[in-house]
């Protein structure tokens, strides 16, 4: 769902920066177009200030996150002054447990389940791509079958279904995420091999001797990394919205460990009047999306990498 | 039309893969004569359901059986409901259509004109909110956004039901309450996609050779817009609309479940949570049958109406 159109403006930005900047490193090249995009350049130091915060949440969280304090139940946020109190900035929970401490304490959860499922997606989906690439043939249509199969159908059912048969759990979101993404880097790196295989230069160095793991390294994952780059930055978006979705409806994360997901729901019994129990961890799924979705638009426009 | 052809016989496969899948699903959450006879069973009860049904034959002829009557619409007996599975689903579909139907047609009110005046002004401030806002709603999770409306509307302001379906017999009007919530907010992820969609395409068609002949020989702005632009880039925008349907599907399966309206999404949800495999197995298939119908009516719209596309 997070496929997004090519701003035309910074398409032409990037270029006259390509153009201007030619002798310039990729990298440098890189930092300048983004620092010139603003949204994406306030997205990408919005995620960097959200994995720092995830990286010290021991140090920054005001309070235990699952610190139970029955005499300070469901306070308000302190600048709404209904019965809120100064210690507890964004309110407490039915629990009495710091609503904020929480908020970040749970950005760690968000953070290894994306990171990982764009790993695993991402190294099972080169290798089946490789594979059909390489062999051809029966290997070939097979994956690809499964790739269309996997295709036809909503990722967030596959989701739903395959976690209610495996049990909730970090590992099984994991792979399940994975299990809904593998098929695009699949298809990136098959057409990838496909292309590559018969450029001249390349058969040219296979006359040589250059063995299939040399092309791989030199020839065919360098070519796919930016269209890799941009699925990897939706994946990240769409893991933090199914981890969500999913622990929301209780298949996800085991609700004993604090994410933004298990926040919601387990605001969903209390909340009647209570709205900053789901305001908050609900403004930090989307923030964080965005923000993914942002830099996911940027890396295709600056590498100018055609929607597939 | 041998490239339809193709494309059906494609379809037919992925189905099978589906039947396959659920007849597997039967048999891995644990003995199916036990689902339909519950734990408590004596062993002599549980034998005789389980030759009844049909359970004690080997397992390819349970196959052949199970893909033979599925072809037929026949997927068993719910565990949950005792009845046909088939009826039930009718009924709930119809039931969903009642949200996604509005809520498809609103998502196409919306996204076409804001689309088309956010391309035509490009980088005025209305360009600028109507992005951002796409930009939110396709990152806001829609269960969430159910939960902060009903509290809002329902909870705070209390003008709008909180969840369920009004009964059948009650006023249009009565009805229309209940609708609305959960109708936009289904609406809200296929708008923003769409309504970014429709930008794009026509800032791509506003470049083309046709539209710069058309302001050349004179024509109001209104009319270039309105008439060779929009037109043009209308072709696209109708082949992700279809698709779309395909998102309500699985939108429907969330927001259903937290306005508690006994749709089909909401009927998929509880039966796969409930482990209820025959409706899981009809649902998937149904699904699966629905997703492949839309995406080959997409293609065949994107033919129709672009004479440029020849068929392969």
Not at chain 1, 251 to 259: K, V, W
């Given at each position: 769902?997070?496929?997004?159109?090519?701003s035309?403006?910074?398409?032409?930005d990037s270029?006259?920066?390509?153009e201007?900047?030619?002798?310039?490193?990729?990298w440098k090249?890189?930092m300048r177009?983004?620092?010139r995009?603003?949204a994406?350049?306030?997205?990408?130091i919005?995620?960097?200030?959200?994995?720092?915060i995830a990286?010290s949440a021991?140090?920054i969280?005001?309070?235990?996150?699952?610190?139970?304090?029955?005499?300070?139940?469901?306070?308000w946020?302190?600048?709404?002054?209904?019965?809120?109190?100064?210690?507890y900035?964004?309110?407490t929970?039915?629990?009495?447990r710091?609503?904020?401490?929480?908020?970040?304490f749970?950005?760690?959860?968000?953070?290894?389940?994306?990171v990982s499922a764009?790993?695993?997606?991402?190294?099972?989906g080169v290798?089946?791509?490789?594979?059909?690439g390489?062999f051809g043939?029966w290997?070939?249509?097979v994956?690809?079958?499964?790739?269309?199969?996997?295709?036809?159908?909503?990722?967030?059912?596959?989701g739903?279904i395959v976690?209610?048969?495996?049990?909730?759990?970090?590992?099984e979101?994991?792979f399940?995420?994975a299990?809904t993404q593998?098929a695009?880097?699949a298809?990136i790196?098959?057409?990838?091999?496909?292309?590559?295989?018969?450029?001249?230069?390349?058969?040219?160095?296979?006359?040589?001797?250059?063995?299939n793991?040399?092309?791989?390294?030199?020839?065919?994952?360098p070519?796919?990394?930016?269209?890799?780059?941009?699925?990897?930055s939706?994946?990240?978006a769409i893991a933090?919205?199914y981890?969500?979705?999913?622990?929301?409806?209780?298949l996800?994360?085991?609700p004993a460990i604090?994410?933004?997901?298990?926040?919601?729901?387990?605001?969903?019994?209390?909340?009647?009047?209570?709205?900053?129990?789901?305001?908050?961890p609900?403004?930090?799924?989307?923030?964080t999306v965005?923000?993914?979705?942002?830099?996911?638009?940027?890396v295709?426009d600056?590498?100018?990498?055609?929607?597939? | 039309m041998?490239y339809?052809?193709?494309r059906?016989?494609?379809?037919?496969?992925?189905?099978?893969a589906?039947?396959t899948?659920?007849?597997?699903?039967?048999?891995v959450i644990?003995?199916?004569?036990m689902?339909?006879?519950?734990?408590?069973?004596s062993p002599?009860v549980?034998?005789e359901?389980?030759?009844?049904?049909?359970?004690?034959?080997?397992?390819?002829v349970?196959y052949?059986?199970?893909i033979?009557?599925?072809?037929?619409?026949?997927?068993?007996?719910?565990?949950?409901?005792?009845?046909?599975?088939?009826?039930i689903?009718?009924?709930?579909l119809?039931?969903?259509?009642e949200?996604?139907l509005?809520?498809?047609?609103?998502?196409?009110?919306?996204?076409i004109?804001?689309?088309?005046?956010?391309?035509?002004?490009?980088?005025?401030w209305?360009?600028?909110v109507?992005?951002?806002?796409?930009?939110?709603g396709?990152?806001?999770p829609?269960?969430?956004v159910?939960?902060?409306?009903i509290?809002?509307f329902?909870?705070?302001l209390?003008?709008?039901?909180?969840?369920?379906?009004?009964?059948?017999g009650?006023?249009?009007l009565?009805?229309?309450?209940y609708i609305?919530m959960?109708?936009?907010?289904?609406?809200?992820?296929p708008?923003?996609?769409?309504?970014?969609?429709m930008?794009?395409?026509?800032?791509?068609?506003?470049?083309?050779?046709?539209v710069?002949t058309?302001r050349?020989?004179g024509?109001s702005e209104?009319?270039?817009i309105?008439?060779?632009?929009l037109?043009n880039?209308?072709?696209?925008?109708i082949?992700l609309?279809a698709?779309?349907?395909g998102?309500i599907?699985a939108g429907?399966m969330?927001?259903?479940?937290?306005?508690?309206?006994?749709?089909?999404g909401?009927?998929?949800m509880d039966?796969?949570?409930m482990?209820d495999?025959?409706?899981v197995?009809?649902?998937?298939t149904?699904v699966?049958?629905?997703y492949?119908?839309?995406?080959?009516?997409a293609?065949?719209?994107y033919?129709?109406l672009?004479?440029r596309v020849?068929?392969r």
């Amino acid at each position: 769902m997070t496929t997004n159109t090519v701003s035309t403006a910074r398409l032409t930005d990037s270029k006259d920066v390509q153009e201007v900047v030619a002798k310039r490193s990729v990298w440098k090249d890189a930092m300048r177009s983004l620092y010139r995009s603003k949204a994406a350049f306030i997205s990408a130091i919005f995620l960097l200030l959200m994995v720092i915060i995830a990286l010290s949440a021991q140090w920054i969280a005001p309070h235990d996150p699952q610190g139970i304090d029955i005499r300070n139940r469901m306070l308000w946020p302190v600048w709404t002054d209904a019965n809120s109190n100064p210690m507890y900035l964004l309110g407490t929970d039915a629990l009495g447990r710091d609503i904020l401490s929480r908020l970040i304490f749970a950005s760690q959860m968000t953070i290894v389940v994306a990171v990982s499922a764009v790993i695993v997606s991402g190294l099972v989906g080169v290798f089946m791509g490789l594979i059909s690439g390489f062999f051809g043939r029966w290997m070939d249509a097979v994956i690809m079958r499964l790739a269309d199969l996997q295709l036809a159908f909503p990722s967030l059912m596959i989701g739903l279904i395959v976690m209610s048969l495996i049990g909730s759990g970090v590992m099984e979101l994991i792979f399940v995420i994975a299990l809904t993404q593998w098929a695009y880097y699949a298809r990136i790196v098959r057409s990838e091999v496909i292309k590559v295989r018969e450029t001249e230069y390349v058969q040219a160095s296979r006359a040589l001797g250059a063995s299939n793991l040399r092309l791989i390294f030199k020839h065919v994952l360098p070519n796919a990394l930016a269209s890799m780059l941009v699925v990897a930055s939706f994946t990240l978006a769409i893991a933090i919205y199914y981890e969500a979705s999913l622990s929301f409806f209780g298949l996800g994360i085991p609700p004993a460990i604090p994410t933004w997901g298990n926040m919601i729901s387990d605001a969903r019994d209390v909340m009647l009047r209570n709205w900053w129990f789901a305001l908050f961890p609900g403004l930090a799924i989307t923030f964080t999306v965005l923000a993914f979705n942002l830099l996911g638009d940027w890396v295709r426009d600056h590498f100018d990498v055609k929607a597939e | 039309m041998f490239y339809l052809l193709n494309r059906i016989l494609q379809g037919l496969i992925v189905i099978a893969a589906a039947l396959t899948l659920a007849f597997l699903m039967l048999f891995v959450i644990g003995d199916p004569a036990m689902m339909y006879v519950g734990p408590d069973a004596s062993p002599a009860v549980l034998e005789e359901y389980r030759r009844n049904l049909g359970f004690d034959r080997p397992m390819i002829v349970q196959y052949l059986d199970f893909i033979g009557s599925a072809a037929q619409g026949d997927f068993g007996v719910s565990y949950r409901h005792r009845t046909d599975v088939v009826p039930i689903i009718g009924e709930r579909l119809l039931r969903s259509a009642e949200l996604a139907l509005p809520a498809m047609l609103l998502a196409a009110i919306v996204s076409i004109p804001v689309g088309v005046i956010s391309a035509v002004h490009r980088n005025s401030w209305i360009d600028y909110v109507a992005r951002f806002l796409a930009l939110v709603g396709q990152a806001a999770p829609n269960f969430w956004v159910g939960i902060m409306a009903i509290l809002f509307f329902s909870s705070t302001l209390g003008i709008l039901p909180s969840s369920g379906r009004a009964d059948p017999g009650s006023p249009i009007l009565e009805q229309a309450r209940y609708i609305l919530m959960p109708m936009v907010i289904l609406s809200l992820m296929p708008m923003a996609y769409l309504t970014r969609m429709m930008r794009s395409t026509v800032l791509e068609v506003i470049n083309e050779d046709y539209v710069r002949t058309a302001r050349a020989k004179g024509l109001s702005e209104k009319k270039v817009i309105y008439v060779h632009a929009l037109r043009n880039a209308l072709i696209p925008y109708i082949t992700l609309y279809a698709l779309q349907f395909g998102w309500i599907l699985a939108g429907s399966m969330v927001i259903e479940s937290v306005f508690a309206w006994p749709g089909f999404g909401r009927l998929l949800m509880d039966s796969i949570r409930m482990l209820d495999i025959p409706v899981v197995a009809a649902g998937l298939t149904t699904v699966a049958a629905l997703y492949i119908g839309l995406n080959l009516l997409a293609d065949m719209l994107y033919t129709l109406l672009d004479p440029r596309v020849v068929n392969r």
